[in-house]
């Protein structure tokens, strides 16, 4: 039990209390940015578990690693702000968090460990509780399939129940989560949205940023400061999926990496993506990236090693031959400048349109732009559709990387697989080298 005396409605705020008293099987909440619902869903699961001696909670994302500085730091403030601190036990290796008096726990998982998030117990009561935070990423319904399967499992006495909550940006209406919990109405299932408006503890600064992007982005504003679905209609780039790839040994000779640069610092981010392409079968994977405002070209060459992308021919904005040359100064060695002339924006959309697209989940702010990528009806070149010069400098970066695909030959590259069918690395440099 939480011993101190606490005034819970001037720690969470207002907006919440539904959500905070669900008990439903699937407790389900979309919302944009400063809608407090990481927050609010952090505090209610310490204040649960504070209160409830058997009950344990399991706590998921997409990629293991990105919880440290988001749901694990999230809840580590949640006992701060309720001033329980003392009574918990944090570790990072590994990454949980134990309940002193009692023992309960607090474990983080990811997807990408699927035998470590099946096999999930806790030493004592009952792992009863599952949050997914950020669930957008999860891009496979089957995925949660699974999860929902084996956590939280067997037979839980009452007072305690078994709920999964369900926390995410609704970047896309495309996406399972909203046919699965939104569209088909269920008595196991509470869905919740909300937005900055309620959060009574943002100030005049925080709320300036966005009414900023009401009058700038109306759409990325539905998304982001609003927590409404995001469309399709009008989008730059509509052939893209979220998922995962993996190649087989005997298809490598099909597939190229290819890398790509923006240059950013005070107003507009730095943005950085690797991806691959198939161009036997017509397929784009994007697996990483980095994206950060007011980035050095020293820190941009620390981070492009720190990837191990240094060797790696990276085709950068044109516009910034300085930059080029500071990073190849600074071991980035193969750095090149990226083609620009007439219409080439328009042609560099068009051939990344003819082929299919899958994101990593890991890739966020990729994903982010792909659903806020936008043309702009109220800007043609030749008769053509322009694209909105915002919400691009991952997809500006992709089209510099692209330049190089044409040079890519992967039906000259299958002689260079030896008979036990092993592939070295140099065999995959391209066409060009």
Excluded at 118 to 129: E, I
Excluded at 379 to 385: D, P, S, Y
Excluded at 414 to 429: E, L, Y
Aim: hydrophobic share 35%; aromatic share 12%; charged share 30%.
């Amino acid at each position: 039990m939480m011993t101190s005396e606490i005034k819970m409605s001037e720690i969470v705020g207002g907006g919440y209390d539904k959500f905070w008293n669900c008990k439903k099987r699937y407790r389900v909440l979309k919302g944009g940015k400063g809608s407090k619902k990481s927050a609010t869903t952090a505090l209610n699961f310490i204040f649960r578990l504070m209160n409830e001696e058997k009950s344990n909670l399991l706590v998921v994302r997409q990629v293991m690693n990105t919880h440290r500085d988001s749901t694990f730091a999230q809840l580590k403030w949640a006992q701060q702000r309720l001033g329980v601190s003392e009574y918990w036990n944090n570790t990072v290796s590994p990454l949980e968090m134990t309940y002193k008096p009692t023992g309960q726990k607090i474990i983080f998982r990811g997807f990408d460990d699927v035998l470590k998030l099946a096999s999930t117990t806790v030493p004592q009561g009952y792992l009863n509780y599952v949050w997914i935070e950020e669930a957008f990423e999860i891009s496979s319904e089957a995925d949660f399939d699974k999860l929902d399967l084996s956590v939280p499992r067997g037979s839980i006495p009452p007072p305690f129940y078994k709920q999964t909550t369900i926390t995410f940006n609704p970047w896309s209406e495309t996406h399972w989560l909203k046919k699965r919990f939104f569209d088909t109405k269920s008595r196991d299932v509470d869905t919740f949205s909300t937005n900055y408006l309620i959060n009574e503890f943002l100030d005049d600064t925080d709320r300036a940023v966005f009414e900023r992007i009401k009058k700038t982005n109306r759409r990325k504003y539905e998304v982001v400061g609003l927590g409404n679905w995001g469309i399709s209609e009008g989008l730059v780039f509509e052939n893209w999926q979220v998922g995962d790839i993996t190649v087989p040994k005997s298809d490598e000779y099909k597939w190229k990496s290819f890398f790509g640069l923006d240059y950013g610092y005070t107003n507009d981010p730095t943005a950085f993506v690797a991806f691959m392409v198939n161009p036997i079968e017509k397929q784009i994977y994007i697996y990483s990236e980095f994206y950060e405002k007011r980035m050095l070209n020293s820190d941009i060459a620390n981070k492009i090693k720190a990837l191990g992308f240094s060797k790696e021919r990276i085709r950068a904005d044109c516009a910034e031959p300085k930059s080029n040359d500071d990073l190849r100064r600074l071991g980035i060695s193969r750095i090149c400048p990226s083609y620009k002339g007439r219409d080439s924006i328009l042609n560099g959309i068009a051939a990344i349109s003819e082929y299919q697209m899958t994101v990593s989940p890991k890739c966020v702010n990729m994903i982010r732009e792909l659903t806020s990528y936008v043309y702009d009806e109220r800007r043609e070149t030749n008769g053509l559709r322009m694209p909105k010069d915002s919400e691009n400098h991952l997809c500006d970066a992709l089209r510099y990387g692209f330049e190089d695909v044409k040079f890519f030959k992967p039906n000259a590259q299958k002689s260079h697989i030896r008979n036990d069918g092993a592939i070295t690395v140099n065999d995959f440099k391209g066409g060009w080298d």
